[in-house]
């Protein structure tokens, strides 16, 4: 108990050191939106009719009439507040957005960490139990590939096999077929509001929905975690503990899995926390082909049309869950290495 | 009271009992009954008249709202096209124009009633057009066009008549109560939600419909779906029936080849948005039905920004209309699907039409183009740059390719731009671009309208930053000429002047393909550019 309390002091000590950080990149991001050329309000001033006062009116309602210290003012109180804008793109405040749309990202993207775990663990392992042999090679020729396909090739040939050429997958248009009826919000997560809603035909449609875009994802990085893995288990492998293990005779089984597995986890989970923040924010490739109501597609639609606020917004949130996922791995390694705690 | 039960209890287990039989049968008729269109875009407000609209959002408020009146259709070459010169009534069961122009008077229909089941009064439509040109709307700007510009011109004579008086004839008045924005709105509903801040509930109608039209918003996903109803009571478009599709679902799918997929699997039913190489290609396995409309209310161009040099010189303007390779342009950015602006040969070199667009007679011709160049006095030609804008990068990207290559042979060299969309409307904005290329739609298309929103003003539109005197002149007096073959005479007079001062170069007007399920029927090319799913049905 002592020790559990310990870490949760030191995790919210963390955290509160964290905040900096996070005030840094709200600035930064603010200023930055700020220079980039592109005026939103002559943007969505852009009816066929829509002249010079029209514009002047969007640049009103932005705020953007303002000064640029007047302007920062106003949007950290907001903040602060709770409030982090609305967006012009989508007409919704940019909270409630993204309170929408993170669900289905990190739905995605935890399914498809899910699957590259499971796929590059045993993968890295095998590597590394034989290398330079055939499966050594196979597993290296497997991991190119995945890397060098991009997402959006790997999507669409995915899209056309099973969905156009041979019919098994739901079309691939977001969360749940349109004709479907969607369980009542508890948790955003459908997989999981499906099963508290009792629906287990809706929750087997969200499945399929879900399997083609996360198996996308999961492609790609695969190989970095199959990588790493095999990586640090032949170092594990060849090390004194190892030997001394083979030598008392213990089954194969324990020395490979509870002895050098064991202790070659650790950098697949810092990768795999590293993994699951990129894949978060960079999966819009994913998400534009899936047509899935991500927050990577929502961030993107907004950067090309200045939408300040959801962009501002996003960031904001990345840094956060950068954050929270950083702490989270330091946390998992205590467990995996009872000598690492969280400083 | 025996007979009555049992009466009751017979019909309720009989309708028990079909509903069981029939459930997967009706599964199916309900897919039948259901339009679903897919688009790149998304509806993102109910009310079209906020600023930031999208298109698409103007195509759901033309079925969840009913507006005084609405376009005709008519055929042109063989599609069906909405038709300006055709004003129907909509909520309004008739009208009529006074004699000398000024007055117009709406009867609307008795039997119209809102969403909520309320009738539909004319104090409803003189809050619904007050609205439309006092609030900070979208609307006020495009009612101005047709001398609507105060609440004061709308005035209530009994609960069914509204009279709309103008301060002179003006031929865009009735037109402009046609197009997207003079929305009806339920006003008590409405103003029940207003703010002495917001006074015209403008976000509350932005998040919730208030209208009369033939479909009913149900769920509104700005970015992902909006999934509408029909409305049984609604008989604006053929009398006495409502809108054929029992649901309409719009969806946003970002990926052109996924849309393209989901059409051809018939899981979607309509697409307006393909790239044209899908569309080529789904027109040549002949499963589908493709409609190409040329957009005959818009315009492509190759712009110069006449107030930058070298391009204030009318034979740079000329030299690079004769150096541009149409032919490959038009095979390579739209696959030949459009109607062609070039090429045209114009007896006696005078516009054969008062018309706008009408085809140039302009072709590639190098040695011309030469010529041009060193009678502007650059015969070894200069450096630019040439923009457009990365939403539109599927057309323009193999474009200014060919421009490029094309300009360097007579000495221009070019420099190719790809902006993000709003720096490109911003630098256009602020007339910072030379030389570019971009699109103009109207919606109420007429050469008056093209000349004064395009060619006159310090303004975002004028793309190409005219300021020619005459032209001006000659547009302002169409506006308000009542004769036929007088404003026939300035039609062609403005197009010659176009043509003498090559202010920009007008290159074609895009195919609006719609690729949809075979038995899909009744698709008009609307003035919004979108679909209006009030005139689907199914076979």
Known sequence: MGTIGATLIRTGRRFLSSLPALFGVLVFTFLLMRVLPGDPAVFFASGPSAGNEEIEVVRRQLGLDRSLPEQLGIYLYDVGRGNLGRSMMTGQPVAKDLRQRLPASLELTLTALVIALIAAVPLGVLAALRPNSLIDHGVRLFCSLGVCVPTFVSGLLLIYVFYYLLGLAPDPTGRIDVFASVPPARTGFLMVDFLLAGDVEGWWAAARQLMLPAFTMALFVIAPLARITRASMLVSLGSDFVRTARSIGLSRWQIVVTYALRNAILPVITIAGIVFSTMLGANVLVEKVFSWPGVASYALDALLVSDYAPVQGFVLLMASIFVAVNLLVDVLYGIADPRATVV | MYPVISRHLISASAVLLSATLIAPAARAQSRAETLRYVTA?????????????????????????????????????????????????????SFSVSPDGLKLTFKLRPDAKFHDGSPVTAEDVKWSLDRCVTAPVLGKAQLLTGSLTSADQFKVIDPLTLEVTLPRPDKLALPNLATVYPIIINSKLAKSHATPEDPWALSWLKENEAGSGAYIVETFKPGEQAIAKRNEAWNRGSPDKPAFFKRLIIQSVPEPATRANLVERGDADLVIDLQASDVQALEAKGKLKVISTPQYNAVTFISMNNKIPPFDNVNVRRAVAAALPYDDMFKAALFGRGAPLFGASWADGRPPSGGYPIPQPVKLDLEKARAYLKEAGVPEGFATTFSFNVGQAATAEPMAALVKESLEKIGIKVDIQKLPDAQMSTSINEKKLPFFTEGIVAWLPSTDYFYRNFYTGNQRWNYSSTDNAELEEIAQAARFEPDKAKYEAEGKELNAIHFEQMFQVPLWQPAQDAVMAANLDGYVYQFTRQVDYRNLSRK
């Open chain 2, 41 to 93: 875009a998304t509806v993102n407000t109910l009310d079209p008249n906020i600023p930031g609209s999208t298109r698409e959002a103007f195509a759901l408020s033309m079925s969840s709202y009913d507006r005084l009146v609405s376009f005709g259709r008519k055929q042109l070459n063989g599609k069906w096209v909405f038709d300006l010169d055709t004003i129907n009534g909509e909520l309004a069961e």
